[in-house]
Each structure stands twice: as C-alpha cells, then as structure tokens.
C-alpha cells in the first residue's frame, strides 16, 4: 500500500502545529517546570507544546486518511493586513490605551477579509472592545490602561 497525501490541508496544518509544538517545547526546557498545585515557568509551555503536538500529529494522520481539498492561493492581502493590525496593537496600547488598540485591531483584522462590511466591522471592534476591557482589566485587574497617555491618563 502506497502512502498518499489525500487531504493537503490537514497536511499543511498538521505540520505547522508541530512545528509550533517542537518550538514551545525547545523554549521550555530552560525553565523549571513546577508541578500542577504550584507551576513554574516552564509548565504552560510544556502543556502547550503537548497539546498542539497531539493536534498536529491527528491532523497529520488525517491527512493520509479522509479525502479533501488541495491548498488554494495564499491570501497575502489579508496575511499582511492581520500582521500589521497585531504591530499596531502593541505600538498603540501605551498611547492609546486598550479601548484605542482593540478597535484598531478587530477593525484592521476586519478588514483582511474579502467579506468585510462597514457595520459588522464596526459591531465587533465595540464589542471586542468591552469584553476586553471587562476580562482583562476589570475581571483580572491587569495593570493597561483603558485610555492611554494620549487622553491624559
């Protein structure tokens, strides 16, 4: 029986999430690990790797097994537009704060998709920028700014 790449997809997928997996894995081994009551630096890491490594290995085994679509044309568009909204997140959180940062992300994010409209952009950015601020700064009472520096804050 000759093994064949049925669904390259999953093929693709699978051997990124190793990838990511073997990388977790390499930067954990530095830090100690700590145990489940009491974690250490090392432990999330570790766990992480061991999950996208179990999630890669399925997708890749699948691959082999169901039948499925081939890997169309890269959306390089969108991939730049989702990278240049990350980049600005991080250069815009200290000015702008996280309410400034989360519209301009979810917004931009937005805007990589060939379906994007206006109005469901705009829902999405308000929303994500609520539940942001209520999680992370009211529930975990992390230390960002919801208006930065350039509000007077």
């Known amino acids: 029986m000759r093994l064949s790449i049925r669904h390259p ?12 997996a073997i990388a977790f894995g390499w930067i954990a081994q ?16 570790t766990v992480l790797a061991a999950i996208l490594g179990l999630i890669g290995l399925i997708t890749l085994v699948r691959s082999f097994v169901l039948e499925g679509e081939g890997v ?9 537009v989702v990278l240049a909204a990350m980049l600005l ?10 309410a400034v940062s989360v519209l301009v992300v979810v917004f931009a994010g937005a ?5 994007f409209r206006l109005p469901v952009a705009a829902a999405a950015a308000a929303v994500m920028t609520v539940f942001c601020i209520a999680v992370f700064v009211w529930g975990l ?4 700014p919801i ?4 509000f007077g804050n």
């Open 9 to 20: 997809k999953d093929f693709w997928s699978g051997l990124i999430f190793l990838a990511l």
């Open 30 to 45: 530095g830090y100690p690990m700590g145990r489940a009551i009491k974690m250490g630096p090392g432990y999330f890491p």
């Open 72 to 80: 169309g044309q890269w959306a390089w568009r969108g991939g730049a």
């Open 89 to 98: 997140f991080g250069l815009l959180l200290r000015g702008g704060g996280l």
């Open 111 to 115: 805007f990589a998709s060939i379906r």
């Open 141 to 144: 009472g992390l230390p960002i």
């Open 147 to 150: 208006l930065g520096r350039w």
